[in-house]
């Protein structure tokens, strides 16, 4: 079993340069969202979309109108219970050192907030949303939009993220009449699927890949520049941005990690345009320190936060299914 944290730290000699561990860093799938607002009450709308509408042709003269009346889907995220971390501070840790000890611990309660938060916005992507005029109707994620470990393959044959894939990821968002021009369409990959990419040779050779080099902080090296292996970072491909992000990882992601792979242990990729996620927090972050005289005057350092994510739009999100 480790050392008591306050034990460890508790020298003379304490700093105030402490280090984290940090599994992935934090506030990196936050942002990815069409919208993200501060509200209150239980539940909350995000959006009203209306069906499309199409002129009619007047047949004549004098004619009666005809009236179109629009189908309409409200969509809700509903409030979840306040997340917490909390940290004890013992006076006696305190009189022993020389420098404050409560210093870093802020830092690290507002990372692991951000954590969390990131953490939540997996669960929103793979989970229920809802619509209905009272936010209680439950719509699962489509099943024609994911697409299977051995899509592109002969029946049962598992591959990672190939070629095959990656085109077919582009044909569903053109299908599905997403507006791939107005939003690039966004891909989290983990370790597994950057080297997949780093195996297809449309994407590491430049002569397929041109884009790459304008997009890439390093000069051009040539006609044959493989611009994918100057930094070892995905570059943007076939219109996809990829994001790495080690989402099977539960150190990282503590709930979200358990829904991005199936029951045959394929990885869950998701797929998306911004504009088809929404994010609501009823409280981004509140931090707290608080004398507990219960506890012979110890510290309490909290940190809070209530947010929660969902699917907007249906076709705008996808999931590739990668052994």
């Known amino acids: 079993m480790p050392d008591n944290w306050a034990e460890t730290t508790r020298t003379v000699s304490y700093e105030k340069a402490v280090e984290f561990q940090l599994n992935e860093q934090p506030g990196?799938?936050?942002?990815?969202?069409?919208?993200?607002?501060?509200?209150?009450?239980e539940k909350v709308?995000?959006?009203?979309?209306?069906?499309d509408l199409y002129a009619e042709e007047i047949e004549g003269r004098h004619q009666q109108s005809k009236y179109t009346s629009p189908d309409v889907?409200?969509?809700?995220?509903?409030?979840?219970?306040?997340?917490?971390?909390?940290v004890l501070l013992d006076p006696d840790d305190k009189m022993a050192t020389e420098v404050d000890i409560r210093a870093p611990l802020p830092v690290g309660i507002a990372r692991g907030i951000r954590r969390y938060q990131d953490d939540q916005w997996l669960v929103g992507f793979?989970?229920?949303?809802?619509?209905?005029?009272?936010?209680?109707?439950?719509?699962p994620f489509k099943s024609a939009n994911v697409l299977a470990a051995d899509t592109g393959e002969t029946a049962a044959t598992y591959v990672g993220l190939t070629l095959k894939k990656l085109r077919a990821i582009r044909k569903l968002f053109r299908q599905n009449l997403v507006d791939t021009e107005?939003?690039?369409?966004?891909?989290?990959?983990?370790?597994?699927?950057?080297?997949?990419?780093?195996?297809?040779?449309?994407?590491?050779?430049?002569?397929?890949?041109?884009?790459?080099?304008?997009?890439?902080?390093?000069k051009p090296l040539g006609e044959d520049a493989r611009q994918a292996l100057q930094d070892g970072e995905p570059t943007p491909f076939l219109g996809i941005q990829f994001i790495p992000a080690e989402i099977t990882n539960p150190k990282a992601y503590r709930q979200g990690?358990?829904?991005?792979v199936n029951g045959s242990g394929h990885r869950r990729l998701p797929v998306f345009v911004p504009s088809g996620i929404a994010g609501r927090s009823w409280l981004d972050f509140e931090g707290?320190?608080?004398?507990?005289?219960?506890?012979n005057h110890s510290e309490q350092l909290s940190g809070y936060s209530a947010?929660?994510?969902?699917?907007?739009?249906?076709?705008?999100?996808?999931?590739?299914?990668?052994?």
């Open 28 to 41: 990196k799938l936050k942002p990815m969202v069409g919208s993200w607002k501060n509200v209150d009450g």
């Open 73 to 86: 889907e409200r969509r809700w995220i509903h409030k979840p219970n306040r997340s917490a971390i909390h």
């Open 257 to 260: 990690s358990a829904l991005t």
């Open 182 to 218: 107005a939003e690039m369409i966004h891909m989290l990959v983990t370790a597994e699927e950057i080297d997949d990419l780093l195996q297809i040779d449309e994407y590491i050779n430049s002569r397929y890949n041109p884009d790459s080099q304008a997009r890439s902080k390093y």
């Open 126 to 139: 793979y989970g229920t949303a809802y619509t209905g005029k009272e936010g209680l109707t439950a719509v």
């Open 288 to 295: 707290k320190i608080a004398e507990r005289p219960d506890i």
């Open 307 to 323: 947010a929660r994510f969902s699917r907007v739009h249906e076709d705008k999100c996808a999931i590739v299914e990668c052994a």
């Open 45 to 51: 709308e995000i959006t009203d979309r209306f069906s």
